[in-house]
């Protein structure tokens, strides 16, 4: 395997073009506010509608590679995701949109699952594993940021569309170095289990659920029958699903790996890390333009402290997990989070980058660097070498419906918040009934209506926009603050060393039997036997 490394590169390339679809859009919201008439919740669906999508089916696209091999299944996803985006591109309703970003997702959860279990399959030694799986964790986490930068930047010379356009190189590019540096033989495992249809239609119909009630409780009313039986029946099927799938004998989602103490602790621990900053990120790339005024490159450009600090901290983490161990690290990265979130709380409209801002975006990317890969190593050090694949889908999947979630809850704080005070406000100035509605969409909707009001007015309207915002985003991001403070709390308990027992997982079925990640000698380019060269 002399040139695993030049395959590390080449995954690495395959993961970044999913995950910067994660962010690339933000910078775009506004513009795509203003031209396809969307509102909060229809921002929210734009982004949320390829996290759901990619989220629901990142199980299924781990047990479709474990069937018929990871690379084959990454190229796959890497054509029909090029193919996609040129639809999303041609879009001219926000419908369109939605349904495009839901097709991207379902690709997405193709090409994300196959890049970890490649690059555990390419590295069987401990330590070198251990830094490749660093580099993943840090190209995931740079991804954050580097899609508002490019989506800023592109936006600064074309149409909105041009976030979706440059998924066509940028996927050319990606399947040319797979089919140059990643090797796999695609043999078939020897026995192939019945796909999992019930798995899958009640995971993406409970989560699917609950993302459209929270991200449409403020506008239908939180205390309504439509929100409270969505969330309730939501629940319900997630139940429903955790149960079939303990009693499955072939599960898409073996919750049975969830009975190890140190799996669940670091998946809730990603899972959570995610959901604070992707809600963040979608809420400060419009205070950015709404509130400060920045154009969509200013924006991106600002956000790119972000990725430097994830990348040079990402190898600092797992330095550290190996030293102190990861139990120490990650729960100091929670704290890490917990600090930047609060101190977005001195966040006013007169607030400067420099002198606030950047430092709290800092503090976040240093915790997100601290828990992604220290997290990432434990869950697949916990299990046999048979689940790596579970493994792979299963961080996979903690991150994206963290990341869903944390749109659609802090978005939603934020929108009950200014739609609730921006109408009272505002009529409060004698702004007319049909101006407050359309200052009620969003944030970028009253910046828009503030730029078009009389003189005599405009000022005041564009600080009441501005200041209702700011406090929607400051109730938003005590939300991420308490759920990080919580993480740390216990995952310092959960991430303990324990007894030999406990740290087993229990799984239903005898060690030697195939379950529905099965990777054993049979499982092509997952096992020991991978080539990667």
């Known amino acids: 395997m002399r040139n695993r490394w030049a395959a590390l590169v080449a995954l690495c390339i395959a993961e970044l073009l999913v995950m910067v679809d994660n962010t690339i859009v933000n910078v775009a919201l506004p513009t795509m506010s203003r031209d396809l008439g969307a509102g909060v919740s229809g921002l929210q669906w734009i982004v949320d509608a390829y996290t759901l999508v990619f989220a629901g089916l990142l199980l299924t696209g781990g047990y479709l590679g474990d069937r018929f091999g990871h690379r084959r299944m990454l190229l ?51 330590k070198e594993r251990a830094t490749a799986v660093g580099v993943w964790a840090a190209t995931s986490g740079a991804a954050v940021a580097v899609g508002p930068v490019l989506g800023g930047w592109l936006l600064n010379h074309f149409s909105w569309a041009s976030v979706f356009w440059v998924n066509v190189p940028f996927g050319a590019v990606a399947a040319a170095a797979i089919l140059i540096a990643v090797r796999a033989p695609e043999r078939r495992p020897a026995l192939l289990h019945r796909l999992d249809a019930t798995g899958i239609a009640l995971s993406v119909v409970g989560l699917g659920l609950l993302t459209y009630s929270v991200i449409e409780g403020p506008s239908v009313g939180w205390a309504t029958a439509r929100t409270i039986g969505g969330l309730l029946i939501a629940v319900a099927v997630l139940v429903v699903f955790v149960v079939h799938q303990a009693r499955s004998a072939h ?40 509130v400060m005024g920045y154009t969509p490159l200013q924006a991106g450009i600002r956000t790119l402290p972000f990725a430097v600090v994830v990348a040079v901290l990402s190898p600092v983490a797992m330095a550290f997990s190996h030293r102190f161990g990861p139990r120490t690290v990650a729960a100091g990265g929670a704290l890490l989070m917990a600090s930047g979130f609060a101190l977005v709380e001195l966040t006013d409209r007169q607030s400067t980058y420099f002198g606030l801002i950047i430092w709290s975006m800092m503090l976040m990317a240093a915790g997100l660097a601290m828990i992604s890969g220290p997290c990432t190593q434990v869950i697949m050090d916990a299990l046999p070498e048979h689940q790596t694949g579970a493994g792979s889908a299963i961080n996979d999947t903690t991150r994206e419906v963290g990341g869903t979630l944390g749109v659609a809850v802090l978005g939603s704080v934020m ?58 985003l400051g109730q938003a991001t ?27 997982p229990l799984i239903g079925h005898p060690v030697d039997a195939p379950t529905a990640f099965h990777v054993s000698e049979h499982a092509g380019d997952v096992g020991g036997g991978n080539q990667v060269r």
């Open 415 to 472: 929108t009950s918040v200014y739609a609730a005070n921006v109408g009272l406000r505002l009529d409060r100035l004698g702004v007319p009934a049909e101006a407050i509605q359309i200052a009620q969409q969003s944030v970028m909707a009253g910046a828009e209506m503030a730029y078009r009001a009389p003189q005599s007015t405009s000022e005041q309207v564009s600080a009441v926009v501005a200041d209702v915002f700011v406090d929607g």
């Open 251 to 290: 599960p898409i989602f073996n919750v049975r790996l969830f009975a190890n103490r140190r799996f669940a602790a670091a998946a809730g621990m990603i899972s959570v890390a995610f959901f604070a900053l992707f809600g963040f990120i979608f809420l400060i790339t419009q205070f950015f333009q709404g």
């Open 76 to 126: 796959t996803g890497i054509g029909g995701f090029v193919v996609v985006s040129v639809v999303a591109a041609a879009s001219t309703t926000l419908g369109q949109l939605i349904a495009a970003r839901a097709g991207l997702g379902m690709f997405a959860a193709l090409v994300f699952p196959a890049t970890l279990a490649l690059i555990i399959a390419a590295f069987p030694e401990a």
């Open 478 to 504: 005590w939300v991420a603050v308490g759920v990080c403070l919580v993480a740390a709390v216990l995952g310092a308990w959960a991430l303990r060393d324990g007894s030999p027992r406990e740290s087993q």
